[in-house]
């Protein structure tokens, strides 16, 4: 299995600890692994986006989703999660989410302080930090190469199982289009 640095350094430092000190401690490193995007909707976004094997073990998000229309302050979104525990794509809400708000506050709320996972490996817009407004997401080709998230922003809180992220884009009280991603999170324990 392939596990971030950042997973390795913690099993060391844990590592560490515990030979100084003599107690035993549990780890629970957290893997990620993507599965299918869906696009639910018509008229404002041709969604081309694709989960693909780029080897073994890791699954990437490649393709394009071609704006048909700027995405000003008429639009707001939505961001929920839901899991199923045992993978059956029974899901259950999840109260982790982010509320309904217009698209030009969430491009410098959360697109910016998160836009550092898919840096390089695509030409969406890149927000300065301590920019107050950006607006309006421009109409155009956004394309998504060789995408391969980092468990390392998972809160460890968060529970193993097929998970599902729904983004909700509305224009005057009316659901417009979703764009859905499944992922699988899995943990394993080591006590060392």
């Not at 094997?53 to 229309?69: D, E, H, I, P, Q």
């Not at 999840?94 to 506050?105: F, G, S």
């Not at 836009?115 to 997401?137: E, F, V």
């Not at 599902?164 to 499944?182: A, C, G, H, P």
Request: include cysteine; proline fraction near 5%.
């Amino acid at each position: 299995m392939i596990r971030s640095f950042s997973t390795y350094l913690i099993t060391c430092l844990v590592l560490f600890n515990r030979f100084k000190s003599g107690n035993s401690v549990a780890i629970q490193p957290v893997e990620f692994r993507l599965e299918r995007v869906e696009h639910i909707g018509d008229g404002y976004v041709d969604c081309r986006l694709r989960v693909r094997k780029f080897n073994r073990t890791t699954y990437t998000l490649n393709g394009t989703a071609t704006l048909l229309m700027d995405l000003d302050d008429s639009y707001e979104v939505a961001v929920k999660f839901a899991y199923s525990s045992l993978g059956n794509n029974q899901f259950n809400e999840y109260p982790m989410k982010i509320p309904q708000k217009n698209v030009c506050r969430y491009l410098v709320e959360e697109y910016a302080e998160y836009q550092h996972m898919w840096a390089g490996n695509t030409n969406l817009p890149k927000i300065p930090k301590g920019t107050t407004k950006y607006c309006p997401l421009a109409k155009g080709e956004y394309w998504i190469k060789d995408l391969a998230p980092d468990a390392t922003s998972i809160p460890p809180v968060v529970p193993a199982g097929l998970w599902r992220m729904t983004m909700e884009f509305w224009k005057q009280n009316s659901l417009d289009f979703q764009i859905l991603v499944y992922c699988q999170i899995q943990k394993s324990l080591f006590i060392i």
